[in-house]
């Protein structure tokens, strides 16, 4: 069980493309959503929680005009990257949280990596 | 701040030895424990939860807990090649459940 699908795996864009990435939880109901990205051999980096029917809260120098955020569902979040450039080219990964309650642990998808040429 | 820490290693570790990862958290309004194996390349994927103190054991992982000294440990037995891996420590303490990461301890099993 808590099964959470990402997608895509890899994007490959040119300058100025926006990307979209597609985070569902599969056999459970996400009460949260996290979006993190992660550079080589660094640590994870919480970008934005994503609750769903109400607004992303993005971490300090997140930019949201950027990095969109959408949770229509308890089943699906989505973030699109903005007019990407290749400083955004990075391990994008979000995680789900079951809404059992609590200090339930957070579920990872396998990650999104972009590279914007 | 609320902080989780972690050595980040490397620590090297003979195979078939036991390997002793440790963490340490600032907040004593820390419920709930995880650790986390993130492989190369690989997003994070949840090995043990904990949330009383005390010694819990899923096969070769077991999870250990103080709350006292605000101090989470895994240990893995029978130590294999393919645990070589970083091992990310989390805490959850409020009600959004936000995780605090340590950094990763790196974890390498020399054959």
């Known amino acids: 069980g808590a099964v959470v699908s990402q997608h895509p795996s890899w994007v490959i864009c040119k300058s100025g493309t926006s990307v979209k990435i597609e985070c569902r939880s599969l056999?459970?109901?996400?009460?949260?959503m996290f979006w993190y990205r992660q550079f080589p051999k660094q640590s994870l980096m919480l970008m934005a929680t994503?609750?769903?029917?109400?607004?992303?809260?993005?971490e300090q120098g997140v930019e949201k005009d950027k990095f969109l955020i959408n949770h229509a569902s308890l089943t699906l979040s989505t973030l699109t990257v903005t007019s990407a450039h290749p400083e955004d080219s990075s391990f994008y990964i979000c995680?789900?949280?079951?809404?059992?309650?609590?200090?339930?642990?957070?579920?990872f998808g396998d990650g999104t990596r972009l590279s914007i040429l | 701040q609320k902080e989780v820490e972690q050595n980040s290693g490397p620590l090297s570790v003979p195979e078939g030895a036991i390997a002793s990862l440790n963490c340490t958290y600032s907040?004593?309004?820390?419920?709930?424990f995880f650790w986390y194996r993130q492989y190369s390349g690989k997003s994070p994927e949840l090995i043990m939860s904990?949330?009383s103190n005390g010694d819990k054991e899923d096969g070769r992982f077991t999870a250990q807990l103080n709350k006292a000294s605000q101090y989470v440990s895994l240990l893995i037995r029978d130590s294999q090649p393919s645990d070589s891996a970083t091992y990310l420590c989390?805490?959850?303490?409020?009600?959004?459940?936000?995780?605090?990461w340590g950094a990763g301890t790196k974890l390498i099993i020399k054959p």
């Open positions: 995680s789900a949280a079951n809404r059992g309650g609590q200090g339930q642990p957070q579920h």
């Open positions: 056999d459970f109901q996400a009460t949260t």
């Open positions: 994503s609750n769903e029917g109400s607004k992303a809260t993005y």
């Open positions: 907040d004593r309004g820390s419920q709930s």
């Open positions: 904990i949330y």
């Open positions: 989390a805490a959850n303490m409020d009600s959004n459940y936000q995780l605090i």
